[in-house]
């Protein structure tokens, strides 16, 4: 069983830059690859960023890239995720998710929100334009 705890979302102005937080308890943390994903007032949650067990290697959603950063730390239990030059289009509540297996296979990267297993309550990102 994985919990995990978002936190760092809040009001911005766009332009503005945020890191948000993911804490994961549990001893199994390196275990699980991974992913942060938002859902928009109205909109379905969908995919942003993913990150492997390790952290050598990351996938992104195409309008993210370079905007968005994904990062872990296997010691501290915290996978981030590192905004910039934030737009209105960002605000969303943003959930960090855990897959008790790798992120990718066969050339496939897993950013299916049901090849998730575990999910965070999410934390409120507000743009300001």
């Known amino acids: 069983q994985v919990e995990l705890l978002e936190s760092g979302g809040g009001l911005v102005q766009a332009g503005d830059s945020l890191r948000l937080s993911c804490a994961a308890s549990?001893?199994?943390?390196?275990?699980?690859?991974m992913g942060w994903f938002r859902q928009a007032p109205g909109k379905e949650r969908q995919f942003v960023a993913a990150?492997?067990?390790?952290?050598?290697?990351?996938f992104y959603e195409d309008s993210v890239k370079g905007r968005f950063t994904i990062s872990r730390d296997n010691a501290k239990n915290t996978v981030y995720l590192q905004i910039d030059s934030l737009k209105a289009e960002d605000t969303a509540v943003y959930y960090c998710?855990?897959?008790?297996?790798?992120?990718?296979?066969?050339?496939?990267?897993?950013?299916?929100?049901?090849?998730?297993?575990?999910w965070g309550q999410g934390t409120q990102v507000t743009v300001s334009s």
């Open positions: 549990g001893r199994t943390f390196s275990n699980n690859a």
């Open positions: 998710a855990a897959r008790r297996s790798e992120l990718f296979r066969g050339g496939r990267f897993y950013i299916k929100l049901n090849e998730y297993d575990y």
């Open positions: 990150i492997s067990r390790s952290g050598d290697i990351t």
